[in-house]
Structure formats: structure tokens, C-alpha cells
Nanobody, 116 residues
Framework: QVQLVESGGGLVQAGGSLRLSCAAS????????MGWHRQAPEKQRELVAE???????NYANSVKGRFTVSTDNAKNTLYLQMNSLKPEDTGVYYC??????????WGQGTQVTVSS
């Protein structure tokens, strides 16, 4: 059974930093991509950052230069380092694993709130 458990969210002032972690277990298939999505109130869920099986990273334009996605394969953990946070970064952040045949797996989400 696949489990993704996020941690590291919280309340931070604008300009501050947070580091999100996602501990993955039960992964017995190829991880074509692992990443972070977020959903702000009354908005659709959007991709924030991902890292593909080949090591390519993709970022939303709004976070380029501020966020960094990384993995520790030995620990089966995905990270998102978020610097220079802005109020518009507020939302629930979800960890995601994608497999082209099995589809998407999601964590339960962690709240990030950036105050101005």
C-alpha cells in the first residue's frame, strides 16, 4: 500500500523559509516523477515543482529561483525547500508520485500559510 506523508508546513512571515518533507513507503513501481502540488483557497491544484526519473526538475514560473525540489532515495523522501516566501504561496501542499501506468498517488497535504 502506497503511503505519502508530508510534514514541515506551518505559518511563516513573508520573506521566510520552510522545508517540506514527504516520506514515501510501499513504492514498488517506477517513480516516473515525484513532486509537489499546491491548492490555494478557491483555486485549482497546481504543480509547484517536480523531479522526473531522469533527474530533470520542473518548476512553476512563480516559484523559480525560490523553491528547490530534491530527493533522498536512500530515505525514500522528497523535499521542497521554499525560500523568500510570499503570501501568494499560501495553500495546502500535496506530495505526488506519478507512474505512467498506475497514475497519481497523493499525500494528505500540509498547510503552508505566509503572512504579509
Amino acid at each position: 500500500q502506497v503511503q505519502l506523508v508530508e510534514s514541515g508546513g506551518g505559518l511563516v512571515q513573508a520573506g521566510g523559509s520552510l522545508r517540506l518533507s514527504c516520506a514515501a513507503s510501499g513504492i514498488i513501481f517506477t517513480r516516473d516523477a515525484m513532486g509537489w502540488h499546491r491548492q490555494a483557497p478557491e483555486k485549482q491544484r497546481e504543480l509547484v515543482a517536480e523531479i522526473t526519473r531522469s533527474g530533470t526538475t520542473n518548476y512553476a514560473n512563480s516559484v523559480k529561483g525560490r523553491f528547490t525540489v530534491s530527493t533522498d532515495n536512500a530515505k525514500n523522501t522528497l523535499y521542497l525547500q521554499m525560500n523568500s516566501l510570499k503570501p501568494e504561496d499560501t495553500g495546502v501542499y500535496y506530495c505526488n508520485i506519478r507512474n505512467v501506468y498506475r497514475g497519481n498517488y497523493w499525500g494528505q497535504g500540509t498547510q503552508v500559510t505566509v503572512s504579509s
